[in-house]
């Protein structure tokens, strides 16, 4: 058994099989389910984990808990990620209750209409509620749209544990030897992206709570330099752009436009952008895509025309960019037509609906390939964008 502390297990569960995350995202370094117990005068099982895992997951707790029953299992986030296992867990130990808010059980019964329990096996607590295990003592904090309605975070007073359900959370099994921040980052905005506010709200209520460690529901626990993750944290929820750079999102039928996208790149390289980020949107992984359109404060949609509307790879980006609360940023359009260019005004119909965009001129139109009467064209859209 994995100890995270003198009292709290870990039970989780790492899905190296997964080949998409949630149906749409690719994980190459897999997943991890976390999970925890909490062993005091009473015992509190923490989240269960995906149905997939649930026999690997099972025999952790039944392992972990060497012959003795929970007292409580903490449904902090319903989705079924985490929550696939529940009913498993609270057929295999009757006496167990179940701790959640109001909104958990509403899920819970529409995820698991077979399970009946009765009132009393569920405990409601709200925000602010507690919940005491003898010497452990969890604090209750509603997480509502971080990332699901009923989500909730808890905090460990006498030990500093916060279980953080998906916050703080990466894609990657759990010590997947990968940078925290990239697989962060691609998860935080892909996936809680449009809830900024709310992610936001739940930083300002935990101010006050002094962390040591961070227990999130995937990746790495988090021991060290808290300050770092929450940092990122506090950056991302504001919708400001973290690093310098031009992300160039490219979607090309022919490879004309791609190559006119990569000779813009070159341009901007030597006009001195410190990083240009490219995006093939028709191969590249669209989740990556979105990420650097967060991560850099610039953003260059080069798309070629498509049924008097703009190629669709381009399409799916920009509805991705606008479903995650896009906003803040400074957007430039180099569009290829061969009859009727309609690239660049599709695109902006979107990214008009998208809060505090500046978008500079001049919009870059090529006639079905690259000319070099095109280049200073393509200099000044350059410049503008570096300004
Ligand atoms: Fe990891 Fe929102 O579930």
Redesign the pocket.
Known sequence: MEMITKSIAYVGVDDENIDLFENQYHVPNGMAYNSYIIFDEKIAVMDTADKRCAVQWLENVTEALDGKSPDYLVVH?M?P??AGSIQLLAERYPDMKLVGNKKTFTLLGQFFPTLSLPEERLVTVAEGGTLSLGSHTLTFFLAPMV??PEAMVSFESSEGVLFSA?AF?KFGVRHADEDWTCEARRYYFN?VGKYGGPVQTLLKKLAGAAVNVICP??GPILTEDLGFYIGKYQLWSSYQPEDEGVTIACASIHGNTLHAAHVLAEILEKKGAKKVAFFDLSRDDMAEAVEDAFRYGKLILAASSYDAGVFPPMDDFLHHLAAKAYQNRTVGYLQNGSWAPSAAKTMKVVVDTMKNITQVEPVVTITSSLKDADIPALEALADAILA
């Open positions: 986030h989705e990620d985490h990332h699901w998906d959370g996936i529901l995937h």
